[in-house]
């Protein structure tokens, strides 16, 4: 089954504790991204990349970072969380065509910082 | 300016009724897609359907058409006989350039549709 898969789905920790949340696909896409949803604001794009050890920033990249070492995983990375960064993550990919390549998203990772 | 402006918060409809969902976007590029998710109170992102800026046509997925209107720069999605599972979250979605490497989404605040029995 194609799918994208995010771990942990839901995790609260505290302010100044590193953590990483895997992203991971199935379907051999080159494209992989990042995004944030909150409350009236839709979902905004924090990273993403065009392929392997190819990533750039997106529209709210501050306080994060991102990896592609292998096409499948493109993990998201908080070195030191703080509450603003409490928000619904979603990790998404795409192949290679443009315009048309529907955005395959995960399940979603819930983050509170507390 | 926002890019993408979906005007209604909250929407109710009965079930079986038809209900259209407004999303207004602004962009310069000629060339641009439109999408349509659907989030159910489970969280997952669902797509729906696309519209391509030079789409002659307009899309249609089973239930789902999208009334696209290019001169006044609006894809309202439209749904027949709506069904208690279509209440979710309704998210109304931009990307520009062909090709360009972000492929980001811009994605509106969304709509919120209650079906009702």
């Known amino acids: 089954e194609a799918q994208v898969t995010q771990n942990p789905r839901y995790l609260i920790t505290v302010t100044g504790k590193k953590l990483t949340v895997t992203c991971s696909q199935n379907m051999n896409h080159e494209y992989m991204s990042w995004y944030r949803q909150d409350p009236g604001l839709g979902l905004r794009q924090i990273y993403y990349s065009m392929n392997v050890e190819v990533t750039d920033k997106g529209d709210v990249p501050e306080g994060y970072k991102v990896s592609r070492k292998e096409k499948r995983n493109f993990p998201l990375i908080l070195e030191s969380p703080s509450p603003n960064q409490t928000s619904l993550y979603f990790c998404?990919?795409?192949?290679?065509?443009?315009?048309?390549?529907?955005?395959?998203f995960g399940e979603g990772s819930r983050l509170t910082v507390l | 300016a926002q890019k993408i402006t979906q005007t209604q918060p909250g929407m109710f409809v009965q079930e079986k009724e038809a209900v259209t969902l407004d999303c207004t976007y602004d962009t310069s590029d000629p060339s641009y897609g439109l999408f349509w998710y659907k989030q159910p109170s489970s969280g997952e992102m669902i797509f729906l359907i696309y519209q391509g800026s030079y789409d002659q046509q307009n899309a249609t997925e089973g239930r789902y058409s999208l009334n696209f209107q290019k001169a006044r720069k609006s894809a309202n999605l439209v749904i027949s006989a709506s069904q208690l599972g279509d209440s979710a979250m309704y998210f109304c979605?931009?990307?520009?350039?062909?090709?360009?490497?972000?492929?980001?989404?811009?994605f509106g605040s969304g709509t919120r549709l209650q079906v009702q029995p």
């Open positions: 979605a931009m990307r520009e350039g062909r090709g360009t490497g972000r492929r980001a989404l811009t």
């Open positions: 998404a990919s795409t192949n290679g065509r443009a315009n048309t390549g529907e955005l395959f």
